[in-house]
């Protein structure tokens, strides 16, 4: 038992299992952020521009109710809100993500300061050279 725990202590600690629970974290959370976005800002300026459409009303009645038994209806119109939100929100994501790496990229290109060599290096250089002579 104390080998199979030691076992599943150095599983659970290896950097990539870590990385991923931090991953699933901080995807969460962007993940809420993201839905805010579509939820609060883009889908109120979607309503006005479709003039209010909503689609969550769309169904098919398969079987119309009778008696105590419920209609069996096939809501295909929540299916199109769904549709529609996973694609504005798949928008907002693939444009934060052009505009991460956008930023990212700029910040690979800036210019590597090298040192200066010092008064010891530049005269061991001198000696390197001298010696080639």
Not at 5 to 13: G, L, N, Q, S, T
Not at 113 to 124: C, F, G, H, I, S
Request: glycine residues 8%; hydrophobic residues 55%.
């Amino acid at each position: 038992m104390k080998e199979f725990i030691e076992d599943f202590k150095a599983f659970a600690m290896r950097g990539n299992v870590v990385d991923l629970a931090i991953a699933v974290v901080i995807g969460g959370a962007f993940g809420k952020i993201v839905t805010s976005l579509v939820d609060n800002v883009i889908m109120p300026i979607v309503g006005v521009l479709t003039g209010g459409v909503d689609f969550s009303n769309l169904a098919w009645t398969l079987k119309a109710a009778s008696g105590t038994s419920p209609a069996v209806v096939l809501g295909y119109g929540l299916f199109i809100n769904n549709i529609i939100n996973f694609l504005i929100v798949a928008l907002a994501i693939f444009i934060a993500i052009k505009q991460m790496s956008r930023f990212m990229k700029k910040e690979a290109e800036k210019p590597v300061e090298v040192p200066k060599a010092t008064r010891d290096q530049e005269l061991l250089v001198e000696i390197r050279d001298l010696l080639r002579k």
